[in-house]
C-alpha cells in the first residue's frame, strides 16, 4: 500500500518560515516529478511548487520568490523550504507525484500564518 507522510506545519507569525517535508513508501516518487499542493479553509486544492525527476523546480506564482521545494530521490522524500509566509499561505499541505496519483494521497500537514 503506497503511503506518503507530510510533515513539518505548524504556527507561525507572518514572515516567519516553515520547512515541511514527506516521505514515501515504495517507489511512488522514484521515476516521477513530485509537487507539493495544498488546500485552504473553502478553496480547492491548488498546486503550490514541482520539481521534476531531474530536479527543476517550478513554482505557482502566489509563493514564487519565498518557497523551495527540493527532493532526494535516494531517499524517496521531499521538502518545502516556506519563507517570508503569509496569511493567504494558510492551508493543510499535501506532497504527491504530478500530476498527483489519486490513492495516494496522506493526511498532509497544517499550517496556519497567524499574529
Known amino acids: 500500500q503506497v503511503q506518503i507522510v507530510e510533515s513539518g506545519g505548524g504556527l507561525v507569525q507572518p514572515g516567519g518560515s516553515l520547512r515541511l517535508s514527506c516521505t514515501a513508501s515504495?517507489?511512488?516518487?522514484?521515476?516521477?516529478?513530485l509537487a507539493w499542493y495544498r488546500q485552504a479553509p473553502g478553496k480547492q486544492r491548488e498546486l503550490v511548487a514541482s520539481?521534476?525527476?531531474?530536479?527543476?523546480?517550478n513554482y505557482a506564482d502566489s509563493v514564487k520568490g519565498r518557497f523551495t521545494i527540493s527532493r532526494d530521490t535516494t531517499k524517496n522524500t521531499a521538502s518545502l523550504q516556506m519563507n517570508n509566509l503569509k496569511p493567504e499561505d494558510t492551508a493543510v499541505y499535501y506532497c504527491?507525484?504530478?500530476?498527483?496519483?489519486?490513492?495516494?494521497w496522506g493526511q498532509g500537514t497544517r499550517v496556519t500564518v497567524s499574529e
Open positions: 504527491n507525484r504530478d500530476p498527483p496519483r489519486s490513492g495516494a
Open positions: 515504495g517507489t511512488i516518487f522514484s521515476f516521477y516529478a
Open positions: 520539481i521534476t525527476r531531474g530536479g527543476n523546480p
